[in-house]
């Protein structure tokens, strides 16, 4: 089936600076990927929609300023956090659709997500 | 307004048995789709079974089956004859809109599920 992939699977860095998070779509071309986060016993919650060749789409609430999506081709997006603090200590997931699936591309695949802490 | 409704946090089932998942949601979509993911502890995302709003029949997808009831809105996830490897939290998430549609789902809070021997 088709995979997605996340690096680093976690990192922690101090507070102040940025971090980079890529997502691969290993098998599949992504035009579309999405960007949650989720918090210890939670549910993921969406970021953002990463378009290829466009701007992201940001949902309601979260900084587009801080949280810096690029996908720049059709199997890697990336979510930068900049200027990290400790509250946006969290796991981030992303996925992507496989438009060539059946039912018009239903399924979604995750990536195996990212752990971040801020200290 | 919550749009995915899970209303058990957590449930103990015995290895074997069968066990059942509530979720309702609320739309005003005619077409949309109803996912169940499994989170293990190790946090990836893996999906289970689909159901869209025009299927008429039930999903299934070896031992899950989607109990999915339109007109009262719900989407039930059955998990028959448990195994321990069951154990993780389940989410159930729904895609606005036709499947050619952006997609992005939302997700509702989760139940975790603890197969007992």
């Known amino acids: 089936g088709a995979v997605v992939s996340q690096h680093p699977s976690w990192v922690i860095c101090k507070s102040g600076t940025s971090v980079k998070i890529e997502c691969r779509s290993l098998?599949?071309?992504?035009?579309?990927m999405f960007w949650y986060r989720q918090f210890p016993k939670q549910s993921l919650m969406l970021m953002a929609t990463s378009n290829e060749g466009s701007k992201a789409t940001y949902e309601q609430g979260v900084e587009k300023d801080k949280f810096l999506i690029n996908h720049a081709s059709l199997t890697l997006s990336t979510l930068t956090v900049t200027s990290a603090h400790p509250e946006d200590s969290s796991f981030y997931i992303c996925?992507?659709?496989?438009?060539?699936?059946?039912?018009?591309?239903?399924?979604?695949?995750f990536g195996p997500g990212t752990r971040l802490t801020v200290t | 307004a919550q749009k995915i409704t899970q209303t058990q946090p957590g449930m103990f089932v015995q290895e074997k048995e069968a066990v059942t998942l509530d979720c309702t949601y609320d739309?005003?979509?005619?077409?949309?789709?109803l996912f169940w993911y499994k989170q293990p502890s190790s946090g990836e995302m893996i999906f289970l079974i689909y159901?869209?709003?025009?299927?008429?029949q039930n999903a299934t997808e070896g031992r899950y089956s989607l109990n999915f009831q339109k007109a009262r809105k719900s989407a039930n996830l059955v998990i028959s004859a448990s195994q321990l490897g069951d154990s993780a939290m389940y989410f159930c998430a729904m895609r606005e809109g036709p499947a050619d549609s952006w997609g992005k789902l939302q997700f509702g809070a989760g139940t975790q599920v603890v197969v007992t021997p």
């Open positions: 159901q869209g709003s025009y299927d008429e």
């Open positions: 996925s992507a659709r496989d438009w060539g699936g059946r039912a018009g591309g239903a399924k979604q695949y």
């Open positions: 098998d599949f071309q992504a035009t579309t």
């Open positions: 739309t005003s979509d005619q077409s949309y789709g």
